[in-house]
């Protein structure tokens, strides 16, 4: 019985490393994520199966709540708010694993009576902390970006000592539980401090810099499954939770590189949208503007198109009416494009599944190393609501802040048409100079209102 | 628990992480944000524990709520994050 | 040995397998000599089995000299499999 | 203690891992290898620890006895000879896991009176299959490749039948024995049969498919290896032979698939040498051929040279003499490259080894890929006792045994000058109509006495 059990998870184990190595092709993706779901249900059929379900009515009710909580958010977020979504879901993975980890804990303080071992009551304590941490920072991360508290970096005199103080206190709480498993008091003060860490880390964070925050906690809620497998002793909780450790870490590793700062940096806090001061304002950028019929009198002139999606496409919502400009260009065999920069918007990936969305193929959305080259045979590259992706500085300006990033050489097509609302700065609040390159033409206004309009005028020709 | 199960254990939280990172460095740009919202979605795997959880109730109050409360998180964590990356993949076509 | 102890090693023979796969498809046409020599070394771990059986010794002559045997020909794999490998890459320069 | 052991055996598997990791990159090959052998040398001395160190004064002796025979061999051999050492070795291997299963079971039945348990009797019975199968497959592949015994392949009626009839034979005494553990005379059965399976499945495969075998019969040590951790329920043997398993399989689906052939075809057998028969031979080639002198005097006027190295060159030990004529090049300021076939000469990546040795640069060896362009733009190609990879009939001829093999594009250059002893044919054992071609050059002789004219030559040009 038990044996069956185990072999059933090992077998949703290997659909979780299936699903992850297929989760790796555009072809295969959908299927893997499959996999991955399968492997799940079979890990909570057979556990169920050990369970003695007549007297559980309980467990079904939890996760009839559950499941239609979540059917419902997965049905209605937009698109534009999966980041927002994913650090929700994030909480609730960590605060899942804090509570299993009391669970336990109670369990055999309280009514058992068999104090948990050494290694026992050590993953409890790991777990606790990582699962707090995970819970709370998820929860203000959320609010963050939903703008339910402000974004700007909230930061007050000694907050990194205070950090630290109540690091060593959890240390030395976590001895003390450690050595008297039964005195409860401890355990509580483990499970404040913690929960304090998590608001108090995420807090002095810039909202723009969520995402980066919200990834290497996505890595905490998978080391906390695992702490959890360890307390358990149930490999499925390992395997599973690793595979999700290593994706939190790499997908930080990426943005913290394609950002050109590092992790510490992003975890002082402070960054984010207070840099951008008007101190040491080189010269003046001047700008020539363009109208939105001249715009589509260009589009109707030229013969190769090259769109750079950035942040500003997702906050207007632009992607649909792209689809139809790009409609529009293909009726008139114009050769149309979009060159993706690996960050552009606020998620890694995050312009590719917008412009999914809008039903554009993916063969058309085409990664920044195929692509750079192209740009200079390019007729008309059109910059849509992105900015810090196609400023030359990361590649010319050795005292830029962004100096070294990658970027889409936007800059070196024949004409270059900059679709934002004003001269506003993007993440990384720096001026960008290509705006006054003598090939680049600004189109101010609301990218999904500018765009319709000059897709109107083309319709119209 | 004894040191060897221990040890085990830790064979497999080695093999795993490094499989982990061997097969996400591969996924391209493109679907990144699917892996987080999957890898979200298989952090849910805490629901196994919470069901382990629930079952030792009716011993403790205490326990059994903390174990009902983790179901139910875990429950909306797998459900949620499998539903919208399906969701997600399910518009990445080509034509 | 029980199944449960024994599943914990399929477990390990999978994740380790999987994780080989992964290492060795990145492994370039240029290296594949050396990385058959290598590996072909590295088979050579028997010897941590057939030190085990050499100390089990004493008890009965037979397993005693198939232990033995066993050590010496783990050997000769171990030692020149490595030195082999080591010479080979050694060559491998850039200039 | 014993925990530090299971520890330091964790340490060794995480080694094994990195330097297969490492090995994966030239630059840092050599230092993966050593990684691996520091990781053995931890396996082996944990495992010393724990032995009672006094009473195995024949412990040592064993060692000193195996480490100078290794060294000896691994000093001496030639870097023609790799498949033949590796053979050799991995038949080596495959005994040892062999011996241990069985010392193990005769200790358990003869001594302490102790039953293997079910999954110890099964983990010994297939450690004894596939111990017993590699020794003496690898032996028949090492004598076969030494030429001892005749590479013909040798074959009789009832072949395949006899085969079968062995292994339904095994799998009645494995089940026989597993149910009578007590009784050895079923084990010897399974030491017989094993021991005549290894011989009789090898014995009908043509020598030139012996690196295909030895690459098998390597998975299969590595497997052994993988058994013999169930019998002793220890991982490092587990990891370290998942590992080897792995490589192996991968390397042997990488030279069927350059070969256009499957796996079953090269095991059934009777391949290899005996396919080249005259039948059906298209019209008589008819070739054109260059002296020594011309040669060297048209490599005294181009501007780029590509050399297709190939078993030809191994067997005349023609690498030295290659690296000689690139420096008269070289000291002409021509551009003088290498074209290498994934499967050229008999071993996967044997072309790199033998250039390596002859002290040339790896960053002048380019693979398939990413050479296969340049050869239009090739003012001369020098192939070198290759002939199968540069057969055009891989990408034109349907009805070819090679039809859509991945070759070379020699034939694409604006000359090409073929280094053989004669028109004898390749592995593949078919005509090369490449020989005939219009910009085909035959320079007929042993490669190594041919080119050694050809670079003093122009030494006095
Ligand atoms: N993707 C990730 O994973 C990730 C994670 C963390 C940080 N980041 C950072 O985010 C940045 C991404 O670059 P990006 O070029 O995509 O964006 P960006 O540099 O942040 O610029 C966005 C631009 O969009 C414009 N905009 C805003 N709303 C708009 C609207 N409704 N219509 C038209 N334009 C609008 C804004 O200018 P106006 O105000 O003038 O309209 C702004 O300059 C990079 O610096 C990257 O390092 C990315
Ligand atoms: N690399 C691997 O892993 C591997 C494994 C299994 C099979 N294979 C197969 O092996 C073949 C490799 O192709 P290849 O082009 O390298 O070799 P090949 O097709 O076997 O041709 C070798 C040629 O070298 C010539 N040769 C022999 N001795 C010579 C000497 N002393 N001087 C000059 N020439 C000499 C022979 O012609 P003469 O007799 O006229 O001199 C022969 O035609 C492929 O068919 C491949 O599929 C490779």
């Given amino acids: 019985m038990s044996i069956l059990i185990q072999v059933a998870y090992l077998i949703s184990s290997i659909l979780f490393i299936l699903g992850i190595k297929k989760l790796g092709k555009t072809k295969s993706a959908r299927e893997g994520n499959i996999y991955s779901a399968v492997g799940m249900l079979l890990a909570i059929a057979a556990t169920l199966v050990t369970l003695n379900i007549l007297s559980c009515v309980e467990i079904f009710v939890c996760i009839l709540i559950g499941g239609a909580i979540g059917l419902y958010i997965s049905q209605k ?62 929860m203000i991360a959320y609010l963050k970006l939903d703008g339910k508290i402000s974004g700007s970096p909230i930061t007050f005199k000694g907050q990194h000592p205070l950090n630290l103080i109540l690091l060593i206190a959890f240390i030395v709480a976590g001895v003390l539980a450690y050595l008297n498993p039964g005195d409860q008091i401890f355990m509580i003060g483990l499970i404040v401090i913690s929960l304090l860490l998590g608001i108090l880390t995420v807090i002095p964070i810039g909202g723009a810099d969520m995402p980066v925050v919200i990834s290497l906690l996505n890595s905490y809620s998978g080391m906390a499954a695992c702490a959890t497998g360890f307390i358990l002793n149930n490999n499925v909780l390992i395997v599973a939770g690793s595979l999700v450790g290593a994706s939190g870490i790499i997908l930080t590793q990426i943005m913290c590189k394609a950002m050109n700062r590092s992790l510490t940096n992003v975890l002082l806090g402070g960054f984010g949208q207070t840099v951008s001061g008007p101190a040491a304002d080189g010269p003046q950028i001047v700008v020539k503007e363009i109208g939105v019929e001249e715009t589509a009198m260009l589009f109707d002139s030229v013969s190769s198109v090259l769109v750079v999606p950035g942040y500003g496409m997702a906050v207007a919502q632009a992607q649909h009416v792209i689809r139809e400009l790009m409609e529009q260009c293909e009726k008139r065999n114009i050769d149309f494009k979009f060159a993706i920069h690996p960050v552009a918007g606020r998620m890694p990936g995050h312009m590719n599944v917008l412009l999914a969305e809008a039903n554009i193929s993916y063969d058309k959305l085409i990664e920044m190393e195929s692509i750079n080259d192209d740009f200079p045979n390019t007729d008309l590259v059109l910059v849509v609501g992105a900015n810090d992706v196609v400023n030359p500085a990361a590649r010319t300006n050795p005292q830029s802040p962004i100096y070294g990033m990658p970027i889409l050489n936007a800059d070196k097509a024949k004409t270059v048409i900059v679709c934002k609302r004003s001269m506003g700065k993007g993440y990384a609040g720096i001026e960008n100079e290509l705006f006054g390159y003598p090939n680049c033409l600004m189109l101010f206004g609301d990218a999904k209102q500018t765009i319709t309009k000059v897709v109107s005028e083309l319709k119209e020709m | 628990m004894n040191a060897d199960s221990l040890l085990i254990l830790i064979y497999i939280l080695v093999l795993a992480s490094y499989l982990g990172f061997e ?24 629901i196994v524990g919470a069901l382990i959880a629930c079952n030792e109730m009716g ?12 179901l139910i998180l875990a429950t909306i964590n797998v459900v949620g994050g499998y539903m919208v990356t399906d969701r997600m993949l399910k518009m990445f076509k080509k034509k």
């Fill in chain 1, 77 to 138: 977020v937009e698109m534009t708010k999966i980041p927002e979504m994913v650090a929700l879901f994030n909480g609730f993975g960590g605060l899942a694993s804090f509570a299993v980890a009391l669970s336990d804990y109670f369990l055999k303080t309280q009514s058992v009576d068999t104090y948990p071992d050494s290694i026992n009551a050590i993953s409890i304590i790991v777990s606790v902390l990582i699962g707090g941490i995970t819970f709370t920072g998820s």
């Fill in chain 2, 59 to 70: 011993y403790s109050t205490l326990s059994k709520w903390l174990g009902m409360l983790a």
């Fill in chain 2, 23 to 46: 097969l996400i460095t591969k996924v391209p740009p493109t679907l990144h944000t699917p892996l987080m919202s999957g890898s979200n979605a298989i952090s849910g795997i805490t």
